[in-house]
Structure formats: structure tokens, C-alpha cells
């Protein structure tokens, strides 16, 4: 599959996995926060800082409606939308500060943008690609403002068909976007385990060439790990300085530590990967040795037979190769063989 580039960093099959904290509301509404949480993410290891652009006005209505009212089987029960987005939102005017403060640490800092105000907005910042969110996969008029720009898009795929995937595609393409990668995604917060299906990750990658990810909303880092090992490039988790703090996203953040843990197990599973290779490694040659090899285990006089009381295959690996067993059996020894020798041609008459 082709990489793609966000600014000065590739992302595909060859390259280290792409990791991005993403802040979302877990800054509080205080900007110290926010800011505390990007040198956070620096220290846990990330590559990117990931925010959400929005207010709750481009989001929904503020309506008593009861479609406007969260029902059970979330963590937001008993809001309504705009009281959650109200909640949630990042202010605009922060972004260029946590974007700068990025930048001189040395991660990229992009957004997600909800409605074509946001992506103005955001032009305006230069960022160097833009997020689409799972709920937005079916937004193809955002779409396609977000693909005017030419810049790369990371989507995500939670709740979406392959259909709703091909047409969202489809219409990033033929719109402008020539570098994409795609998420998989459960839409579902905090997810569990059972629920990631993770294989649809190569499935992914084959159905439409593109580098593929992980958005992850598990609180176990062995999601993103065995995401690495199913062809992963890019892995997304949510970043909290302190999960009892309340928060919207809070329930479903990694704590720092947490976090840093995170990338280490995804940075020794790319080492462990590795490529596919049956060559002996430079480790692997002083262990070479102590294979096993063809041993004379009793004296043997000259002219005696070898049987397989007198010879063995045992370690270490000095004597012939235990291939060669039924061959030496029944011939003769040369000379006098003491048991403990390796044995060779030259003491097979």
C-alpha cells in the first residue's frame, strides 16, 4: 500500500507506527491544562496531538426535544446534546497555542473539523491534515469541504459499513484528498475487547490501498499492540492527566503513565516483528553450538562397529550432524575412540 505524509513524517508499512494523543475535552475548559497535556504526551512518547473543532452551536440545537436527549447505554445519560458539546468543546482561540507549543516539541498537531466553519477556521492555522470522526462518515458535504483543501485525512470508521466506507471514500477522492488512512473504530465509550474485531484491519487495507489504524477507546494497551501486529500504522488513544478527574472523556483516557506504557509495548512490538527471515541471527550464532550432534558415548576400540549404544545424538553440536546417525551405524572406527569424542569422518573406517 502507498505511504502517506503528514509534513515531514511518512506513514506506512515501513515506517514506525504514528501515534496520536488526542485531547479532547480532557483539558477542563483551562487552557494550563490543555497545555500540560500536550508536554504530557511528549514525555509518554506520541507524535501527534489530536483536537477536536467545534462548539455546540455547529454541533446540534439546544433542544428539550427528546431526540436532542442522550438515552440510556452511555456514559452521557441524562444530558442533552448541546449540554454534552457545551461540555466538551475546545475553544478556538486555544488552538494556535497548543499547536505552537506542539511544534516546538516536536509532534504535529492537527484537528478535527465538524462543519465547513471549523475547516476555514483551521486553514487558517496551516494544520498539516485533518481528522474525520466516526459520526461524520456520512457527512459527505463536510467531506468534501475537507477534501477541497488537499490536505491528508485520517478517518475514522466506527459504526460505518462498507458501503458508508467506500461512499466516504469515494467522495474524499474525487473531491481532492490524495493521501488518506482509515481507522477502525468501535464507537462505544469505553469499548471493550470483544467488541474491537481487529482482523478488519488487513481487510481494511486490502479493500481500499490505504495505511490503516486504530482508534482506540479500550483501557487495556494490548488492543493497540495486537492492532500493531494485524499491519496498524497509526493509533489513536485519548489522553488524561487524571481519569477521577470527571470529564466527558475521562472514563475512557489513558493516564500518562499509562500512555507511556502504551507506546513502549507498541515500539518493542515493532522490533519483535521484524520481517520474515529463517537466516541464523548474529545472537543466534553463539547458540549455534549447543545443538545436538553425533557423540562417541562408550570407548570404542579400532574396528569395532558403531551401534547406537556407543553413539548418540546428544549436545553439543561439535560431531557430525545427526542427519548422518543411520549412515554410521554398523561401520567401523577407524582407531580407538574414549566416549566424549565428537564424532567424525576420519574415525569412521
Avoid at 455547529?58 to 441524562?78: A, D, H, R
Avoid at 460505518?160 to 488518506?180: C, K, M, Q, W
Avoid at 553425533?294 to 545424538?313: I, Y
Wanted: with cysteine; hydrophobic share 40%; aromatic share 8%.
Amino acid at each position: 500500500m502507498p505511504d502517506i505524509s503528514l509534513a515531514d513524517r511518512p506513514i506506512g508499512c515501513q515506517h514506525p507506527t504514528y501515534i496520536i494523543a488526542e485531547l479532547s475535552a480532557n483539558h477542563g475548559h483551562k487552557l494550563d491544562e490543555a497545555l500540560r497535556l500536550v508536554n504530557a504526551a511528549k514525555d509518554a512518547g506520541a507524535d501527534a496531538i489530536k483536537l477536536q473543532t467545534y462548539t455546540p452551536d455547529t454541533m446540534t440545537l439546544n433542544s428539550s426535544k427528546p431526540w436532542f436527549q442522550i438515552g440510556k447505554g452511555t456514559i452521557w445519560e441524562g444530558k442533552n446534546l448541546y449540554q454534552l458539546y457545551e461540555e466538551a468543546y475546545t475553544p478556538w482561540e486555544w488552538t494556535a497555542e497548543i499547536a505552537s507549543l506542539a511544534s516546538s516539541l516536536g509532534m504535529h498537531c492537527f484537528s478535527t473539523p465538524f462543519d465547513a466553519s471549523a475547516v476555514d477556521y483551521l486553514e487558517k492555522l496551516d494544520m498539516p491534515a485533518y481528522k474525520v470522526a466516526s459520526f461524520e462518515v456520512i457527512d459527505l458535504p463536510l467531506l468534501k469541504t475537507i477534501a477541497r483543501t488537499g490536505r491528508p485525512v485520517i478517518m475514522s470508521t466506527g459504526m460505518a459499513t462498507l458501503a458508508e466506507i467506500d461512499e466516504a471514500v469515494a467522495t474524499l477522492r474525487s473531491h481532492g484528498t490524495g493521501e488518506l488512512a482509515l481507522l477502525k473504530c468501535t464507537s462505544a465509550y469505553p469499548s471493550v475487547a470483544s467488541d474491537m474485531h481487529l482482523r478488519t484491519i488487513p481487510h481494511l487495507a486490502q479493500a481500499f490501498n490505504v495505511p490503516v489504524g486504530l482508534s482506540d477507546h479500550t483501557m487495556d494497551v494490548a488492543v493497540p499492540v495486537a492492532a500493531v501486529t494485524l499491519g496498524a500504522r497509526i493509533i489513536e488513544k485519548h489522553l488524561t492527566m487524571d481519569r477521577s478527574v470527571p470529564g466527558p472523556d475521562s472514563q475512557f483516557s489513558l493516564e500518562p503513565a499509562e500512555f507511556k506504557a502504551m507506546v513502549s509495548a507498541v515500539r518493542t512490538t515493532e522490533q519483535a516483528l521484524g520481517q520474515v527471515q529463517y537466516a541464523v541471527s548474529k545472537k543466534e550464532e553463539a547458540s549455534r553450538v549447543f545443538r545436538r550432534s553425533l557423540f562417541v558415548v562408550k570407548d570404542v576400540k579400532a574396528g569395532q562397529p558403531f551401534t547406537h549404544e556407543n553413539v548418540r545424538s546428544i549436545r553439543p553440536g561439535y560431531g557430525l550432524h545427526p542427519r548422518y546417525l543411520d549412515v554410521v551405524i554398523g561401520k567401523v572406527a577407524s582407531q580407538n575412540i574414549e566416549a566424549g569424542t565428537p564424532l567424525d569422518w576420519n574415525l569412521i573406517g
